[in-house]
């Protein structure tokens, strides 16, 4: 009959909370039972909920209670004090550390422990992913603070923020510049839901023109920013490219709010980032070896899609504005094919030729 895995051969308890590291015998087998060790993170942790449940703790009950030495502790409330504002202090009178000023029935919160150690560098990757993507610079001065409180809460770590910041790399294609400025007053103005008096530079038609808008929301898309807003030139919404913005201030005006219902209705029924009501339906087929990368893409939210008998990919979905699509279409060569409309085959037939002629 087999013994029971918590008994020793003596058929002592095996209690592995006794001591960090104790050996013990188990089925005839010695084997040495080490308890994992504690994170300085999950320490700071216990030292704030110690001394927060107790009011009171003597410096001997840390000691042995987090299984660390004396030097160990001292260091980890110099970092308490220092690093995280904690106003613990050492009462000569109650013989133990406490917190200097503790709330009646209030919870002290310390800056940054209410993340676990998995949350922190969760939290490193995202704010690193977020930075990545803004290749403009718009948002990166704003987020730079949060990067030193990153770097404190993991600062005593074996893998430190900045290590993690190494092992993961964006690249952002095709992304414009833009004017930190105009960015700045869009953000607070969306915000504080004020208009905006724009300058807008439009690429299609090599134009400047002013307008007051009402903005809805940011959208950061293929690289680049844009702002959904409602314009009071054109009375209708509008999608700005924020690098085209060339100036912009605050006018002291309440927003024209627009429900998220319409707002999805109208810039999402198209595609891409161009808006508007769609007007024509697109049919592409995809080759067998084009399929196995388009397959797993979402060109359009209300897409619909198929594979026919020989492994070919079938998509289609409703547009109203063509050059972005035409754009997507053409870069995947001869890998594609528009079935319909008849007008955007004859658009490609024509880019291709124009392609041709130069080479």
């Not at 013994?3 to 005839?28: M, V």
């Not at 084997?31 to 030292?47: D, Y």
């Not at 004017?179 to 607070?188: L, N, R, T, Y």
């Not at 006018?251 to 595609?271: G, T």
Request: one cysteine or more; charged letters at 30%.
């Amino acid at each position: 009959m087999a013994k029971n895995p918590s008994l020793d051969s003596t058929g002592s308890k095996f209690d592995p909370d006794h001591k960090s590291t104790k050996e013990y015998s188990t089925l005839g087998e010695s084997f040495v039972w080490v308890a994992p060790k504690m994170s300085s993170l999950e320490r700071l942790h216990r030292i704030k909920y110690m001394i927060q449940s107790r009011g009171c703790v003597p410096l001997q009950d840390f000691l042995e209670q987090l299984e660390i030495s004396q030097a160990t502790f001292k260091r980890d409330l110099e970092y308490l004090r220092n690093r995280l504002n904690a106003d613990i202090k050492y009462d000569r009178f109650m013989g133990g550390y406490c917190f200097d000023k503790p709330k009646q029935d209030k919870k002290v919160e310390l800056p940054g422990l209410w993340f676990t150690e998995k949350e922190a560098t969760a939290l490193v990757l995202m704010q690193h992913l977020l930075s990545q993507m803004d290749k403009g610079s718009l948002i990166g001065p704003h987020i730079a603070p949060l990067t030193s409180i990153i770097d404190g809460i993991l600062g005593q770590e074996e893998t430190p923020a900045k290590e993690l910041r190494k092992r993961l790399k964006v690249f952002g294609a095709s992304a414009r510049k833009t004017a930190i400025e105009s960015f700045e007053e869009i953000g607070g103005a969306l915000l504080k839901r004020h208009r905006l008096q724009i300058s807008h530079y439009s690429r299609s038609n090599d134009t400047l023109t002013d307008r007051e808008i009402s903005p809805q929301r940011l959208i950061f898309y293929k690289g680049n920013w844009y702002l959904d807003a409602y314009c009071h030139l054109r009375n209708d919404l509008r999608s700005f490219s924020v690098d085209g913005i060339r100036s912009a201030s605050v006018v002291f005006k309440k927003c024209n709010e627009i429900s998220d219902k319409q707002l999805n209705e109208y810039f999402s029924e198209s595609y891409g980032i161009f808006s508007g009501k769609a007007t024509q339906h697109v049919k592409l087929k995809f080759t067998a070896e084009r399929a196995r990368w388009v397959s797993a893409e979402e060109w359009h939210p209300n897409q619909v899609s198929s594979f026919d008998s020989e492994g070919n990919y079938h998509l289609e979905f409703d547009y109203s504005h063509d050059p972005e699509l035409i754009m997507d279409i053409l870069k995947h060569g001869s890998g594609v094919e528009v079935l319909s409309p008849a007008s955007l085959k004859t658009k490609i037939k024509n880019e291709i030729s124009k392609m041709l002629k130069k080479y």
